[in-house]
């Protein structure tokens, strides 16, 4: 199951934090903390995704080389969390094409699939700024903690849909 308490408890304490930093004497205070949110959301889509492969075929693989192979070669060589290139080609590993095309199709129908994909298209633009820049000599903008639990209010719903949908097969 896909948890989501974690990760708001994160972002509401990096929320706390960045308006606090905004009367600070260091207004770096406040882009490290918006940073930190997104890097952070980033991190739990990815764990989220790699959780919704491992239950796709959970008591379904019988041998240990199988399930190694799952981590090994499918979950551990994925870096991302992309919707084309990352989770569907995990997707179709794991469950196969014809599962997957079902997960896809289900996603597809209800609107979901539109909507993730175009949340992570964003979030990885802005993830990818944040980890490949540093503060020192620009005025980097990041959206705060704030729009960032914003934004997994509105992708929690779907990976949990997801998640069941997973389940189903």
Known sequence: MIIKKHILDSLKYFDERYNDSLTSA?????IY????ALLEYCGWIEESMDLIIRRSVKNKLITQYFRDNLEKQI??????????????PMLIKSVGLQKAEKVHSFLDTNNHLQILKSELESVK???????HTRITGTTPTYDTPSVVIARLQRTYPILKVMYSEICKL
């Open 33 to 36: 903390y918006s940073k930190l």
């Open 26 to 30: 260091s207004p770096n205070n406040s």
């Open 75 to 88: 979950i551990r060589k994925n870096h991302g969390f992309h919707y084309e290139n990352n989770f569907l």
């Open 125 to 131: 633009g802005r993830r990818d700024d944040a980890a």
